[in-house]
């Protein structure tokens, strides 16, 4: 069945430092795929997404690409902040059924000022 | 502010208790569903609901019972609680008719069972 594999955690950066927090994935067809972020005390909130083969998600400085060829949908940041200390889910789904969405175990990433 | 709110934050039960976690939504959202989240495993799929008076499994259904009696309200029961269950469980809802990951989740439930 469809799985979500991403690097386990937990990751340490100093401030500025540049992110990257791989994800791939296994899926029978042709899923959108999507970072989730989970801010200390509160629910897991959708960071960005990509529909298709080669799209590129972004919000708040983070980028993922959806690549085909390798399976992968890596979050990568330029330069993290402190406010970035997080729990990021990668996940994916295939369909338009909220039931058929499948979540990776997170990465734990704290930022050092 | 309007969202998803669940209630109670943290939980210790004894093996054998029952107990039911609450979720609310002021959203007039359609979809809501449970999930549970283990260490080192991803949110698993506890039950799911798309309208009152409609439930369906997930990919974890045993152990847990749920109803929805009303758009508003799907609470999670736990009828004879069990070690295994010791998790974080998180509630979600989104509106039907948008794209799946428009899900709303509120701020999880810790539970811990002795």
């Known amino acids: 069945g469809d799985s979500v594999t991403q690097m386990e955690g937990p990751v340490t950066l100093s401030e500025e430092a540049f992110l990257t927090i791989n994800c791939t994935y296994t899926?029978?067809?042709?899923?959108?795929l999507f970072w989730y972020v989970q801010y200390p005390g509160e629910g897991l909130q959708l960071l960005l997404k990509?529909?298709?083969?080669?799209d590129k998600g972004s919000n708040k400085g983070f980028e993922a690409t959806y690549r085909k060829e390798t399976t992968s949908f890596h979050l990568e940041k330029g330069s993290v902040q402190v406010s970035d200390s997080a729990v990021y889910f990668c996940?994916?789904?295939?369909?338009?059924?909220?039931?058929?969405?499948?979540f990776g175990s997170g990465t734990r990433l704290s930022i050092r000022p | 502010n309007a969202g998803v709110t669940q209630t109670p934050k943290f939980q210790v039960l004894k093996t054998g208790q029952s107990m039911t976690l609450q979720c609310a939504q002021d959203?007039?959202?359609?979809?809501m569903s449970w999930y549970r989240q283990d260490p080192g495993m991803g949110l698993r799929l506890i039950h799911y609901?798309?309208?009152?008076?409609?439930?369906d499994q997930g990919e974890v259904p045993n152990g847990y019972n749920v109803s929805r009696s009303t758009t508003e309200d799907f609470p999670l029961r736990l009828l004879s609680a069990a070690p295994s269950q010791t998790s974080v469980y998180f509630c979600?809802?989104?509106?039907?008719?948008?794209?799946?990951?428009?899900?709303?989740f509120g701020s999880g439930t810790q539970l811990s069972v002795l």
């Open positions: 996940a994916l789904s295939e369909g338009s059924s909220a039931s058929k969405i499948i």
């Open positions: 959203m007039n959202h359609e979809y």
């Open positions: 609901s798309v309208g009152a008076g409609i439930t």
């Open positions: 979600a809802s989104l509106n039907w008719g948008e794209t799946n990951e428009k899900l709303f």
């Open positions: 990509a529909t298709k083969a080669d």
């Open positions: 899926a029978t067809g042709y899923p959108s």
